[in-house]
């Protein structure tokens, strides 16, 4: 006599079911998720602010005066000429990056409250803004 077995698997409604929770959760967690991944931009924009502060402040030592505004943060990686006998650069291990969305750093000396300013115009590369839009400053 045969036998006939019946293989257990699941059904479609099941596959929905679990389909539609997978979704609600991804749904809950994914907005959460990308707000963090904001804030750690945030982060790392004024940590390498930070860096060129205090890479600055190093080539001051060195050669008595911050860079000029036309020289830039460029004066860390490459002695400007009238600096050639003082510099002991280059003052960054791997060049002048970028900000965290690609946006290069901005460089004024002197600053509006200080001898100088670095500063990035945020996710929207624009002047001012809010959240993650917002200007980021060594002031």
Do not use: C
């Amino acid at each position: 006599m045969l036998e006939v077995r019946k293989h257990g698997g699941f059904t479609l409604l099941e596959l929905l079911v679990v389909i539609v929770i997978i979704g609600l959760l991804a749904a809950y967690v994914g907005p959460k998720y990308f707000a963090q991944l904001g804030k750690s931009e945030v982060t790392v924009a004024k940590a390498q602010i930070e860096a060129f502060e205090k890479s600055l402040d190093t080539f001051r030592l060195d050669v008595g005066r911050y860079p000029t505004t036309e020289e830039g943060l460029n004066a860390l990686m490459v002695a400007p000429q009238n600096a050639a006998g003082k510099w002991n650069g280059p003052y960054l291990k791997k060049g002048v990056p970028p900000d965290p969305w690609g946006h290069p750093y901005a460089y004024k000396a002197p600053g509006t409250k200080a001898e100088y300013e670095v500063s990035s115009l945020g996710k929207d590369g624009q002047p001012g803004g809010t959240g993650e839009a917002a200007d980021i400053s060594s002031q």
